[in-house]
């Protein structure tokens, strides 16, 4: 079983729509966790990135972070069509660590 | 700041062949990772320099790769006797340990086709 598991999609939606995108994890050591997007055949670009329990919200994006339950979840409202692409979720245990992913979920906004 | 720069973005070889793959980190970022991604699925850890000490390895780092980063500057990951399975995309990102030492910024990674 991997450390991280992530639904691989695809999630359909309609343009306007909330993105609800989850990740669960194995491991209490981790205490850093990030949200990153990549479109088709390109680098991974950090959108979020939180420390330990708690909700941070950037824009159109919100983070949650509950360690209790070992799961994470991104939300990002209004959706647009240049939202479409693979979210992937990462976390480490100390700063500077090396970052463990999840599978990534394909996302498709729908015009 | 120009970003993490890896190359070349595209390599095809024969299986057998050697690879070289470079990578120039974010300036000032002393730390250096380097990660496969292969379709569908998330990046994986390789290895990580910490200036131009290799602190971590991963056990997918097969005695057929070698990651090099002199002087703390650009690193270099070379495969040899490369395989089919070695097809990939190879991604570096670097970060630096100042602030929060944690924002790990990922190049627009490099794709090897073994054929």
């Known amino acids: 079983q991997k450390e991280v598991e992530q639904d691989p999609g695809p999630l359909s939606v309609p343009e306007g729509a909330i993105v609800s995108l989850n990740c669960t994890y194995s491991?209490?050591?981790?205490?850093?966790f990030m949200w990153y997007r990549q479109y088709s055949r390109k680098g991974p670009e950090l959108l979020m990135y939180t420390y330990s329990s708690g909700n941070k919200e950037d824009g159109r994006f919100t983070a949650q972070v509950d360690k209790s339950s070992k799961y994470i979840s991104l939300f990002i409202r209004d959706s647009q069509p240049s939202d479409s692409a693979t979210y992937l979720c990462a976390m480490n245990k100390a700063a500077g660590n090396k970052l463990t992913f999840g599978g990534g979920t394909r996302v498709l906004v729908k015009p | 700041d120009t970003g993490v720069s890896q190359d070349p973005r595209h390599k095809i070889t024969k299986r057998g062949q050697n690879v070289t793959f470079r990578c120039d980190p974010i300036s000032e970022h002393n730390r250096l990772y380097w990660y496969r991604q292969t379709l569908g699925q998330g990046p994986e850890f390789l290895t990580y320099f910490q200036n131009e000490a290799q602190l971590e390895k991963s056990r997918l780092l097969s005695d057929r790769f070698s990651a090099e980063r002199p002087k703390g500057s650009f690193s270099t990951l070379e495969i040899q006797r490369t395989e089919q399975g070695d097809s990939a995309m190879y991604l570096c990102?670097?970060?630096?340990?100042?602030?929060?030492?944690?924002?790990?910024?990922f190049g627009e990674g490099s794709w090897l086709t073994v054929v």
């Open positions: 990102a670097s970060s630096s340990d100042r602030g929060s030492g944690n924002t790990i910024y």
């Open positions: 491991n209490s050591a981790f205490q850093y």
